[in-house]
């Protein structure tokens, strides 16, 4: 039995698919601790594994970002993303770029302390890391602790060659094509990042660690032994680093079927009786702040799809879009909200996907597995991040439809769901197949054996 401590950063859509791998590999038989910031907790305690406080960024999202408590330049940067992502992609991923040495590699010393007084304390065989976590995976590295990497997103999260950059989708939909200069302009904003932080890097082991290897490209360091993906094993992705075996999850959600809660049967039941459909629209934890085109969706939906109801997942704007489940003639289309519309702050997603019969989503990464897994088709609407890169996945895999959310009408959108409801994508079903054959059991029994195997290898003298 191994001791693994599994180290997640502070946000929602992160911690929750770590914590069911961690899961996972408590079952599997190893002692497990995860490690994230307190109010991630009840994540550790549901999963039945141990719990350690460890706060790695100065950001966080407890589930609804701008509720979420921040200082004041955290804030003032979630605003200016959001702002970003209404003049379209590329300003969206340019605003990004610019916030990343803010929010992604915070404190390096202090998490270096940390995780050192954390081995000490529990002396752990082995860590499991988001690749995200650039902080904690250099510390791990300065220390020379053996350590696995979760790939929280699309693969290109982690870039496989020279020219991949992290901050730069590997491939775009169809219906989002940046125009030649402003793929210039993210290129330049992406690897001056990513010589930045690799400069930093070199700096911090050099200073820190200086016996060990250097740490090389930034976005590029992981673990030398294991990196598990929390996406399908598609063709055409890029060849992950050399010498890593690669471990393509499918997905990353818990094995027992959610069950709702008594308020949400109810209000399932209800929209089921009056509609013979029912579409989930949810734009994840941070862009659920767009209602702008969640209103647009919603309204789109009501129009060109007579036979359905809508959940909308509202975050912090649900007293903005209330007046779609009241029926507000200045808010909705009179004659069609009110009965056929829920709005709620956040929704049981997952349990909510064995009663929908579509969904609407951001591209997110959970989002995407979630409802290839659940064989729901989805219309995709891609915002920033790696969001791009999974719309472009799920639309050449035949298992969703992309749209544009800076240009999309509701009318548009509503004849897409319309669509989606009459016929699912013809390659949804072969890879739900695929992808439920996976999942965090699977990837568990094969990450031990891997880093079994790395803890019994003799260290060269």
Known sequence: MARIVVVSPPFQSHARPLSVLAGAL??????????????FEELARDAD?????????????????ETTEQDTAEAARLTEFLDATRAGAVPALLAQARHRGADMLADPERILADLRN????????WYLVDQLNYPVTLALHCLGLS????????????????????????????GIRPRPAERAALRTAVRANDAAFTSLFADFAALHAPHRPPPGRAFALTSPHAVVYCYPPLPGLAVPPEGREALYAGHCTAPDAPVLDPYWRV?????R????????????TFLSARDDVLRTVARGVLERCPEAAVVLAAGDRTAALAGLAAGDRTAALADLAGPRVCVAASVPQRALLAEVDAMVHHGGNNSFTECVAAGVPALVLPFSSDQFAVAHDAERAGAAVVLDPAAATGREIGDAVAALLTAPPPGLRPLSV????????????RLRAVMTACQERPVAP
């Open 118 to 125: 954390l081995h000490d304390r529990l002396r752990p065989d």
């Open 49 to 65: 594994i141990g719990f350690v406080p460890l706060t790695v960024t100065r950001n966080a999202n407890t589930g609804i970002a």
């Open 147 to 174: 350590y696995a990497s979760y790939c929280p997103g699309h693969p290109g999260y982690l870039p496989a060659g020279p020219d991949a950059f992290f901050g730069e989708p590997c491939a775009w939909p169809a």
């Open 267 to 271: 209000e399932a039941d209800r929209l």
């Open 26 to 39: 408590r079952r599997a038989g190893d002692e497990v601790h995860f490690a994230c910031a307190p109010a």
């Open 434 to 445: 695929r992808v439920r054959e996976r999942g965090p059991d699977w990837a568990a029994v």
């Open 273 to 284: 009786t009056t509609a013979g459909k029912v579409v989930l629209v949810a734009f994840g």
